[in-house]
């Protein structure tokens, strides 16, 4: 069967009806109604452009008059599409195909429909070039159309104007490419950072790594992805207890750990990490940045080692010196030998002020609370022993003195405890107590006890003159004044009130003071 | 009377330090390093008890290992430390079993006390 278009006359089609199935039978009636072919025809969206054998255009429909501007009698037996498409495009294509199909094919309407011709389904951009020159991209179909023989009898080139969808590519590729630069500009953000950092999920399996993570564990991007954090740490729980920490606290900041390499070399690490969020406020995971502080360990050990050289030294002097007041002792008539052995005794006492004063130091100041409660331990240990009768007792507010004062403060206590010690209590038993406090802008001492008091002024227990020499001397050192005290029936309590903090912390000096 | 071996590398420090013991009628040995009171470990020289600084020389345990080492040759011998340094429990943590302590600087009286408690135990 032949169908021929209703305006022309021209064959464009041969249909044979050799398949008599239901839905061949169906697109006959169809087409013998003309409808499809109408709407094909009359689509205003479709450029339906039909040549005879050699290129000649016959039809050219409402929709291919829209997008290319010519009426269908200006091109109808008058060129053929090549005419109207872009040269360049049929000079690269014509190389191209006949690269593909190892045969010589010409420039011309042959590079549009040549694949067609040999029956192979050919679909390809191209641009179309309009009446008024503009251009514009189009997808172009190409079917070969043959007689009852098989023998082509033309072409139908169907076409869609592309110019939306390219406009659609290049705005997307303009996105990829911001996506990209996007991208890239955080990914520099990460890697240009001095710190190795890694980010995990809630579980502390790794899922991003920088370089100096890289580095620092000795493990490529791809080892560590996908990996538990604490694997690549000398001590697995204790950085796994720092993720845990981070989920429950939001942050973590200066966890010390130590990093451990592939290859065994360990690097100590601060470890700073935060939780992170999506858009929606769902927890994501941990950013960890672990930052090397070798090179600060080294100086806090340097320092550490310093210090211990000098303790070292100075207190070997001070053991030269009891030593030499020992020797002394040896040849002295017995009842001078007291005095020898009391000042042995505020030897000791000033360098264990030393070893205690940089065990409670808070940088600038030192902790009065924690001083006192060391120096009433020590006290206990060195002048009562564990089956002592005595017993001392310590309640300290939480304050602060300058370390300038430290050592004349602790040997006023030492010396007002040494005092009650030795004369309150002849009966071997009772309570030493150990008090700061703040009053006013005022540090308060008390030390009191429940002894014998001091009522019997005869009696051994008045404190030998040396002894109050020194601690009117110990006052004065720390600025202070002594608070007279009214006679108890029992025990002694001495209160001694001296300025709080002559230097803040920040460093300036105390206004008051 | 008991026999003790001194190892104190301050010569001052520690022939004091045998005068302090030997007024209490002890025999005292002494050594300035941890070299020189091994080889007295290793002879058959009777010892009782090792009194040690802990910092001999630039070796800031030296006093420590020493300890080891003397246990080693002589199980029964009771070691007694001293330092200025302050003991803390990685120090501890390196101390011989049952090992006394006396802190730096220490009195004629407070050895004694530390000597006759070493002795006794």
Known sequence: ???????????????????????????????????????????????????????????????????????????????????????????????????????????????????????????????????????????????????????????????????????????QKKLDQRLRDQQFYTRSLIESNIDALMTTDPSGIITDVNKQMEALTGCTRDELIGAPSKNYFTDPERAEAAIKLVLREKKVT???????????????????????????????????????????????????????????????????????????????????????????????????LYDLIS??????????????????????????????????????EPLEIDPDRAVPFGLLVNELATNAVKHAFPQGTGHIMLCVEQVGDQIELIVADDGVGMKDKGSAKVPEKRGSDYLAIFVRQLGGTIVPSKQEATGTTVRIRLPLLLVLPGGADRVAA | MAVILIVEDDVFIREIAEMMIQDWGHHTLSASDVDEALIL????????????????????????????????????????????????????????????????????YQLQDSVKGLLAA
């Open chain 1, 1 to 171: 069967m032949t169908y021929r278009n209703d305006e022309t006359r021209t064959p464009i089609g041969v249909f044979e009806g050799t398949d008599n199935t239901a839905r061949k039978q169906a697109e006959e009636a169809l087409l013998k109604a003309g409808a499809l072919q109408r709407a094909i025809f009359n689509s205003a969206n479709f450029s339906s452009i039909a040549t005879d054998a050699k290129g000649v255009i016959q039809i050219f429909n409402v929709g291919a008059e829209r997008m290319l501007g010519y009426t269908a009698a200006e091109v109808m037996n008058k060129i053929t599409p090549a005419d109207i498409s872009d040269p360049q495009e049929l000079i690269a294509r014509a190389k191209e195909l006949s690269a593909e199909l190892a045969t010589p094919i010409t420039q011309g309407f042959e590079a549009l429909v040549f694949k067609a011709s040999r029956g192979i389904e050919d679909i390809y951009e191209l641009t179309y070039i309009r009446k008024d020159g503009s251009r514009f991209p189009a997808v172009v179909s190409v079917t070969a159309l043959r007689d009852a023989q098989d023998v082509i009898i033309g072409y139908l080139l169907i076409g869609t104007d592309n110019t939306a969808r390219k406009l659609v590519e290049a705005e």
């Open chain 2, 41 to 108: 470990l290793r002879s058959a020289q009777h010892i009782d008890a090792l009194f040690t600084d802990i910092y001999l020389k630039h070796l800031v345990h030296g006093g420590c290992d020493l300890a080891h080492e003397a246990i080693a040759l002589r199980p029964k011998l009771r070691v007694l430390y001293t330092t200025g340094n302050s003991i803390t429990d990685k120090m501890k943590a390196l101390f011989t079993e049952g090992a006394h302590f006396l802190r730096k600087p220490y009195t004629q």
């Open chain 1, 359 to 396: 065990q409670t130091s808070r940088g600038r100041t030192i902790a009065v609370d924690a001083y006192l409660r060391e120096i009433a331990k020590t006290m206990a240990a060195s002048l009562l022993g564990n089956t002592s009768g005595i017993k001392i007792e310590v309640k300290a």
């Open chain 1, 254 to 352: 200066d966890y010390e750990l130590t990093a451990c390499a592939r290859d065994g070399k360990q690097t100590e690490v601060s470890y700073n990490a935060t939780t992170f969020y999506d858009r929606d406020r769902t927890l994501q995971g941990v950013l960890a940045v672990a930052r090397d502080i070798t090179e600060r360990k080294q100086r806090e050990r340097d320092a550490l080692s310093l210090t211990n050289e000098i303790s070292h030294r100075i207190k070997n002097n001070l053991q030269v010196i009891v030593g030499l007041i020992a020797y002394e002792a040896k040849w002295t008539a017995a009842p001078c030998v007291q005095g020898y052995k009391a000042m042995q005794a505020r030897i000791g006492a000033i360098a264990q």
